[in-house]
Each structure stands twice: as structure tokens, then as C-alpha cells.
T-cell receptor, first 115, second 114 residues
Framework: NAGVTQTPKFQVLKTGQSMTLQCAQDMNHNSMYWYRQDPGMGLRLIYYSASEGTTDKGEVPNGYNVSRLNKREFSLRLESAAPSQTSVYFC??????????????FGAGTRLSVL | GESVGLHLPTLSVQEGDNSIINCAYSNSASDYFIWYKQESGKGPQFIIDIRSNMDKRQGQRVTVLLNKTVKHLSLQIAATQPGDSAVYFCAENRYGGSDYKLSFGAGTTVTVRA
């Protein structure tokens, strides 16, 4: 079972370059998420999509855009990369998101360095 | 402000001993909590969850305890093995804006000594 698949696994960008991080899940989940993980700060939510056709901002959305392409795919775009966006990015998905339940399943991550 | 946090950033434990990882939360309205394990170079992996109407829940070699009075959550790992070496995160399910979202603590790094 593939679960949540992220591409690429590693990326190095120069300041000002753009790129799109891809995420796909094969669990037929409605909700998908993008997080960033920085040392000592845990996971912070960038954007999420409650269902196909909807997207909402999370805790740290500035400098990012997202697209929920279909139920399986949710992409994260950096239009003009900055060194502050050097981080590890995780995509996640969940079947249910409600009071008393919200298990999210994560991909292996994309390690991004912006020089 | 309200937050989810872990008491200790690192924990060193002898192989075969029991491990206890602690987490404090401050949002008394949170109704659901999850523990994740993250091995080096990998994404977080779900371990166990607990709803606020429970005090204890057991899984395979793991037990989560919830004390709502003092807003404290703990993960106990029985007979710790080298494969348990990882970063452990607690996450709190919060209602904010118009939706439920997980809020993660900073994590505790567990190192198992042979």
C-alpha cells in the first residue's frame, strides 16, 4: 500500500525560483494537508483541503499556494522561494476530521533547501 | 497562549526498560489526542489516539494516559526496543476558525541504549 506519496524527495532552489511539490494519496481520503517541519518547532500547518474543490489557510500560509487537483492530489507551490522556506515539507491525508477523530497519515516528506 | 508541548526534549532509556513520554496541553476544550512516531528521514507515523472521554487506552506495547484535571498526556512504551528510537509527537485536535485541526508539540527524541 502506497498511502501518501510525495515528490520530489529532495530539492535545492535558488532564491526567487519557483517550484511545485506534489502529493498523492490512494486511501480515498477527503481531506489533505501540507505542513512544514523546522528544527525544534514540530509541524506547522500551511494549507489544507477539507474536500475536493476547497482549500483553506493554515497557520503559516504566506509565500505558498495550493491546488486540490482532484480527490487524490494536492500540490503546494512556492512562487518565489526564500531562504526562510528552507524546511521539510509533509503532506498528509485523513478520512475523517471531526470532534473526537482526526487521524492524519503522512508522506515521507520533501527536503527543500533555498540558497 | 494555548499550546501543546512536551515536558522533555530528549529521553535516553535502556533497552528492555519502560519509557514514559509526557505532554502538557492547555486547551481544556480539546477532545482528542494523538501520538505520532517519527523515525529519522521519515514522515510521522500514527501510534495511538485517545478521546477526552477516556483516561487510558492500550495498544501493542504502548499505553496512552490522559489526565484532564491537570491537562496532561503521556505515552508509555513497554520493554523499549532499539526500533523505538525516534522522535515522538503528541497532537491535539482543536476547533479553530471553522474546522478541526491538529496542533503538534515540538517532540521528544527517544534514544534507546543497548
Amino acid at each position: 500500500n502506497a498511502g501518501v506519496t510525495q515528490t520530489p524527495k529532495f530539492q535545492v532552489l535558488k532564491t526567487g525560483q519557483s517550484m511545485t511539490l506534489q502529493c498523492a494519496q490512494d486511501m480515498n481520503h477527503n481531506s489533505m494537508y501540507w505542513y512544514r517541519q523546522d528544527p525544534g518547532m514540530g509541524l506547522r500547518l500551511i494549507y489544507y483541503s477539507a474536500s475536493e474543490g476547497t482549500t483553506d489557510k493554515g497557520e503559516v500560509p504566506n509565500g505558498y499556494n495550493v491546488s486540490r487537483l482532484n480527490k487524490r492530489e494536492f500540490s503546494l507551490r512556492l512562487e518565489s522561494a526564500a531562504p526562510s522556506q528552507t524546511s521539510v515539507y509533509f503532506c498528509a491525508s485523513s478520512e475523517v476530521r471531526t470532534a473526537g477523530k482526526n487521524i492524519q497519515y503522512f508522506g515521507a516528506g520533501t527536503r527543500l533547501s533555498v540558497l | 497562549g494555548e499550546s501543546v508541548g512536551l515536558h522533555l526534549p530528549t529521553l535516553s532509556v535502556q533497552e528492555g526498560d519502560n519509557s514514559i513520554i509526557n505532554c502538557a496541553y492547555s486547551n481544556s476544550a480539546s477532545d482528542y489526542f494523538i501520538w505520532y512516531k517519527q523515525e529519522s528521514g521519515k514522515g510521522p507515523q500514527f501510534i495511538i489516539d485517545i478521546r477526552s472521554n477516556m483516561d487510558k487506552r492500550q495498544g501493542q506495547r504502548v499505553t496512552v494516559l490522559l489526565n484532564k484535571t491537570v491537562k496532561h498526556l503521556s505515552l508509555q512504551i513497554a520493554a523499549t526496543q532499539p526500533g523505538d528510537s525516534a522522535v515522538y509527537f503528541c497532537a491535539e485536535n482543536r476547533y479553530g476558525g471553522s474546522d478541526y485541526k491538529l496542533s503538534f508539540g515540538a517532540g521528544t527524541t527517544v534514544t534507546v541504549r543497548a
